[in-house]
């Protein structure tokens, strides 16, 4: 599998990441060069291969519903580019 | 007396215990040393104020008797560890100015301890990158040289900021992290030892994540005591994340010195690569003859999967990478360039704020996950992760103590010579160690000898899930073993 | 799934009859302290980015730890709804860029939901019942709020709500009317409420619904759907099909088709209006959560959860029709709110005894409903108490009063003796119903001697014998016991 110019373009759009025309070209190679050499997976048999979905197997420990965080809007919004009255503020979005 | 930072973490230690050194003395020792040590561009903030203030604070509580495992070492921290009120920017644009209101649990458990931080350590951004060349904040440069030259080499990465910060004495020991091999990388090309802890030993809040399910943390130290201290006080379960794994956190400094008699190494064959350097298999095979005069057996295993590893982690890292980055889009903290709407501000703010090799990650992540090719690739390289593992549970099965294998296919290379025309080069750096984390297992990289330019090489243990003890006990063996590396004399100061 | 089409159902077309076919799409706020995976609280109305974590705000290196109680609400939910309870489930990531989604991704279920299959049924008239099968109920987090109109060049962003647990019950397509739907819906939050796990306020945002409309002729395969957006309420979601079923049939009968997209319902224009504009590009990326595990727990703990489930309303309308004799319909009215169902059921046994269950039934869902909804409020919130209906039926039972006196009595309840005991208001006010025979005859023959002209019209024509009824209570204040009176005017006319 191979990516054109125009799945660049789709991929960067999906990923928010802008990209020059003039970045095409070469994303587009150094990205077809990461995928042949990943091509060399669809040669493995797989057949009846469950996924890994966890790297240690155990159980997932879960809380007690308690509220034992929040109260800080302060430092919620303290590293944010623009912040009005404790929200943050972005460009308008229009629905 | 040496120098005060000729001391290992062990040595100054049982010293600040003793009361013949003191913190604030060691500390005022590795401040200067940093400082002179600035072309290096190991450290991205110096912390001078905070060091001297928990030096005090440690000198008070070793008078009072209240030395914690850590009391008063000078260490320090890959900037992908959040520190509370101290800027961490994951050696990124879109970071530059981020100071977290948190602090991350092992940072948190290193103070605890009583250890003193001394700055925050450079590193590829984001942790992408084996050369640190990928820091938004330019390489740092290795302490090491090859004989007879002055070219700059790369230290490894993404850790890089950490192992050359160690390798100078800079600091008794960092912090840093391993997604394919960025502990232990680094460490080899700078004669240092790191070691990648299993998968849930250290947990993972508060550093800035790069793929969840392969990231972990461990030291880089200069020997395997100062790893097994530090180790000891980094790890432990954190109810704050759910893949850290309930289990007692051992004392691993007291399994050093002991005989391995009797241990089976397990020595793969599918590690030795048609296109490895020679002395890397010549390194290899005098691990294996060290570890058959301590009463090792060394047994040939088959993991048959390993060369699919390095593929499937380029389908994996990058795709969760894709997912963990999303939250850098210019709403809540760093970087915000503005667009034409929020989606040009998104945009902008993406381009700008990550350089070209965390973009062509998050690339290259969205499109394997995207509609169509999901199944094809990501969902097909977490199946061969599953054999990969596979893989490594029969060589156990086999009663098998512990695996033995380089841990770079080939010393230290220079700043610019990989990966500028193909990314794939590059990635290749990472060929012996990435297999330990698709499998989530403990490994740890020992210095084992020198290169024909004179650089540091490393052998690499990979070990049972949870059995850091062993890695330990073996790399202790590699390390009395091999000759003396002289360290690089410090040209930079 | 209905088989058959019923014709009452149809739309009519201008070339001929639609059946329209809804799905639903609802999402319920869990009921727990803190958020699904952070410990803020999930309070409603707090100021703003008060009640977020660092978990919350997507902080750098930040992690989701699972709230157990969120699990064992969607447990008992699917318990209710009669479903599968899947004992491995997997959270996913679904991708999306927006301002108030912090973390770039929200944390949900796509492959391998906690709940699978269920069934509701539902009551759509006093006559009508259907069966409303549940395809899967999964867990996820809710977004934050963005706020549009505080600038003209600037969104506000506040994450209170975002990563508070909701659970995103998915129905089959089996709905054929708006009527259905509203009832599905009406019926869904009644069974959420009686479990505790969702307190079903659609104004606060608790309760909202996707809703997934098509068309087509009777017999046809299904038609393209649309889906309508976050509707969130009972009324507009009726209101919002039957718009949606409308503009698809005048598209259809124009030669037209159908697009399936993105829709969101304007109540304030009567219309559904495309949302094309999130519609672009919309890749979601899912992929297993690497920072959770696979959620899982043994049947032992569903049984334990099942033991301690409250009676449902199926089972408590069964109850009320067994134990009370009551019609389908009046039990069906007094179990959609719990607090109404136990309300009636304090004022039947009241004191220990028990008293005519119809009638009890009668006021409550009768002129002490009418009462609670003239004030917007439900019958177990007004001041009300059981105890005061339940002896206001005493009252009635024992002929203490008539049922028009009472009426005047609950009035006196309702705006002068909020606390009042109506046995002694009948007594303080002189109410009593007149038992007294002697009393009554003299008033009935004062009646007759002083209309004998219509004395002869009633001897000619019975039914004028309400007029003297009328007329003797009227003399009576109201108090004649009302079957004396017509005995004796019955007895004295001779009719």
């Known amino acids: 599998m191979s990516v054109d110019a125009v799945t660049v373009r789709k991929i960067a759009h999906l990923a928010r990441i802008k990209v020059n025309d003039a970045d095409v070209p070469h994303l587009q190679q150094e990205l077809n060069a990461i995928l042949t050499f990943v091509e060399q997976l669809s040669a493995v048999d797989i057949e009846g291969v469950e996924p890994l979905t966890s790297v240690m197997p155990m159980p997932m420990a879960k809380r007690e519903d308690v509220v034992t965080d929040g109260g800080i809007p302060d430092a919620i919004v303290a590293n944010a580019p623009v912040s009005e009255d404790r929200f943050f503020v972005v460009p308008k979005v229009v629905e | 007396m040496t120098e005060l930072t000729d001391l290992t973490l062990a040595d100054a230690r049982d010293a600040l215990r003793q009361k013949k050194i003191s913190s604030a003395e060691l500390t005022m020792a590795y401040l200067a040393a940093i400082e002179k040590a600035r072309p290096l561009n190991a450290f991205l903030l110096e912390t001078p104020d905070h060091a001297q203030a928990m030096a005090r604070a440690c000198d008070e509580r070793i008078a009072r008797g209240e030395a914690g495992l850590l009391e008063g070492i000078p260490l320090g921290i890959k900037d992908l560890f959040c520190t509370e009120g101290v800027r961490t920017t994951a050696a990124s644009h879109i970071l530059e100015n981020f100071v977290p209101p948190y602090e991350s649990t092992i940072t948190a458990n290193l103070w605890r301890d009583g250890a003193v931080m001394l700055g925050k350590l450079n590193l590829d951004e984001f942790a992408m990158g084996s050369s640190n060349e990928t820091s938004y904040f330019g390489p740092v440069i290795s302490p090491w040289r090859r004989a007879g030259s002055t070219a700059p080499l790369t230290p490894g990465g993404s850790s890089g900021g950490s192992a050359a910060a160690v390798a100078a004495r800079l600091c008794l020991g960092a912090t840093a992290t391993d997604t394919g091999g960025s502990i232990r990388q680094p460490a080899a090309f700078t004669g240092t030892v790191g070691i990648k802890p299993t998968y849930g030993r250290c947990s993972r809040w508060g550093v800035v994540a790069f793929a969840s399910s392969l990231d972990q943390a461990g030291p880089i130290t200069r020997t395997v005591r100062d790893a097994a201290i530090m180790l000891r006080s980094m790890a432990g379960y954190d109810p704050k994340d759910s893949t850290s794994v309930n289990l007692p956190v051992p004392d691993y400094e007291e399994v050093l010195g002991q005989s391995v008699k009797g241990m089976r190494i397990g020595i793969p064959k599918e590690y030795r690569l048609d296109a ?14 060290w570890m058959r005069a301590a009463g090792a057996e060394p047994v040939e295993i088959s993991l048959p999967h390993t060369r699919h590893a390095l593929p499937a982690y380029y389908i994996v890292a990058p795709a969760e990478a894709s997912s963990n980055l999303a939250r850098y889009d210019g709403v809540r903290f760093g970087l915000r360039v503005p667009g034409k709407d929020i989606a040009g501000m998104y945009e902008e703010t993406r381009a700008e704020g990550f350089g070209k090799e965390v973009r062509r990650r998050i690339l290259i992540g969205t499109y394997v996950l995207s509609a169509g090719y999901y199944d094809a690739y990501y969902v097909r390289a977490q199946k061969i992760r599953t054999l990969i593992k596979q893989d490594f549970d029969q060589a156990f099965d086999q009663k098998i103590d512990a695996i033995l294998t380089p841990a770079t296919p080939s010393a230290a290379f220079g700043l610019g010579e990989k990966g500028a025309k193909d990314p794939i080069e590059m990635y290749l750096n990472d060929i012996f160690t990435v297999t330990v984390n698709m499998a989530g297992l403990p490994g740890i990289a020992v210095p084992a000898g020198v290169s024909s330019e004179g650089l540091p090489l490393g052998l690499q243990l990979i070990g049972r899930p949870f059995d850091e003890q062993t890695l330990f006990a073996l790399a202790a063996v590699i390390e009395s073993s091999a000759p003396p590396v002289s360290l690089p004399s410090a040209w930079w100061a | 799934m209905n ?144 706020l549009h109109d505080q600038s003209a060049t600037d969104s506000f962003v506040d994450l209170n709500r975002s990563g508070v647990a909701l659970m995103e019950i998915v129905s089959k397509p089996d709905m054929r009317s708006a009527d259905e739907a509203r009832a599905y819906v009406s019926k869904l939050r009644t069974i959420l409420r009686y479990l505790g796990t969702c307190d079903g306020n659609m104004e606060q945002g608790s309760l909202r619904a996707d809703v997934n409309v098509s068309v087509r002729r009777p017999g046809e395969p299904f038609g393209t759907r649309c889906e309508i957006k976050n509707v969130n309420s009972i009324r507009f979601i009726g209101q919002a099909i039957e718009t949606e079923a409308r503009r698809q049939i005048a598209i259809l009968e124009d030669g037209g088709s159908i697009d399936q997209e993105t829709r969101l319902f304007d109540p304030g224009k009567g219309e559904t209006r495309s949302m094309r504009s999130k519609e672009e590009a919309h890749d979601y990326r899912y992929f297993p959560d690497p920072d959770l595990l696979p959620l899982e727990f043994d049947q032992a703990y569903v049984d334990e959860l099942a033991s301690a489930l409250p009676e449902l309303p199926d089972a408590k309308k069964s109850r009320f029709m067994k134990d009370y004799g009551l019609p389908a319909y009046d039990a069906g009215v007094l179990v959609a709110d719990k607090e109404t169902a136990d309300y009636y059921e304090a004022a039947v046994n009241y004191g220990g005894t028990k008293r005519d269950p119809k009638l009890v039934a009668n006021w409550v869902t009768g002129d002490v409903a009418a009462y609670a909804n003239s004030v917007g409020l439900a019958v177990a919130q007004t001041h009300l108490t059981p105890a005061q209906i339940a002896t206001l039926v005493d009252l009635i039972s024992e002929q203490t009063i008539s049922g028009k006196i009472a009426k005047d009595v609950l009035a006196i309840l309702i705006s002068e003796e909020k606390e009042g005991d109506p046995r002694a208001i009948v007594e303080a006010r002189g109410l009593k119903q007149v038992t007294d025979t002697g009393a009554i005859e003299a008033a009935v023959d004062a009646i007759i001697s002083a209309n004998p002209d219509k004395v002869a019209q009633a001897q000619a024509k019975p039914t004028m014998l309400g007029w003297f009824v009328g007329q003797v209570m009227k003399q009576t204040g109201g108090k004649a016991n009302p079957q004396a009176v017509n005995e004796l005017l019955k007895a004295k006319l001779g009719i």
């Open chain 2, 276 to 289: 490895m350097p020679e002395e890397i298999g010549r390194l290899w095979d005098q691990g294996i003859e």
């Open chain 3, 3 to 146: 088989t058959h089409v019923k014709p009452s159902k149809l739309i009519k077309g201008a070339t001929g009859d639609w059946e329209v076919i809804i799905g639903l799409e609802v999402h319920a706020q869990v009921t727990s302290r803190s958020k699904l995976f952070s410990g803020a609280s999930t309070l409603f109305g707090a100021e703003p980015n008060t009640n977020v974590s660092l978990v919350d705000a997507a902080m750098p290196g930040m992690l989701p730890v699972i709230n157990a109680e969120c699990v064992a609400q969607a447990v008992r939910t699917g318990l209710g709804l009669q479903a599968q309870i899947n004992l491995r489930s997997v959270f996913d990531r679904k991708n999306y860029f927006y301002p108030d989604l912090p973390q770039g991704y929200q944390i949900s279920q796509y492959k391998s939901p906690i709940v699978g299959e269920g069934t509701v049924i539902v009551d759509v008239s006093p006559t009508e019942q259907i069966e409303v099968g549940i395809e899967r109920l999964h867990l996820e987090q809710d977004a934050g709020k963005s």
